[in-house]
């Protein structure tokens, strides 16, 4: 059995504060996930989720600076000055919260970060704790 990486959409670019920054947009529907790196990956680590992962909402991946397509970073790069980089690139992208997070590694304690300051951004999980559990 041979197993093929999806396919990513087209690398774009954006001048930002922190500089020029690449990401990917692409999938369409009510929820917007944003997929966040782990240290020394690029957005293209993200591949095999694709195409299929563009059926569950609006899809969102970006290079941090520094990393693969991206600007050297102009500042330390805190947890803060990477979420103030990922919002406003977001925006720029057009995508409003709130936020799918989904976190490789790195990128986990970015998303939890993200979440802790931002909680109005972020969609969270239903509650299921009082739902009936199945057998």
């Given amino acids: 059995m041979s197993f093929r990486l999806g396919m990513l959409p087209p690398i774009q670019v954006a001048q930002t504060q922190a500089g020029r920054l690449s990401y990917v947009v692409s999938g369409f529907g009510a929820s917007t996930i944003v997929l966040m790196n782990g ?31 991206s600007d050297a970073p102009r500042q330390p790069q805190t947890g803060v000055a990477v979420i103030a980089s990922m919002r406003e690139l977001l925006r720029y992208a057009g995508l409003e919260p709130p936020y799918v997070l989904v976190g490789h590694s790195l990128g986990g304690l970015f998303a ?22 199945r057998p």
Wanted: proline share 8%; hydrophobic share 40%.
């Fill in 112 to 133: 939890n970060l993200f979440a802790r300051l931002h909680p109005r951004e972020v969609r969270t999980a239903p509650d299921r704790s009082h739902a009936p559990r």
């Fill in 39 to 69: 240290a020394g990956v690029s957005l293209e680590g993200w591949r095999g989720l694709y195409p299929r992962i563009e059926s569950m909402g609006t899809v969102f991946a970006w290079n941090r600076a520094g990393v693969k397509g």
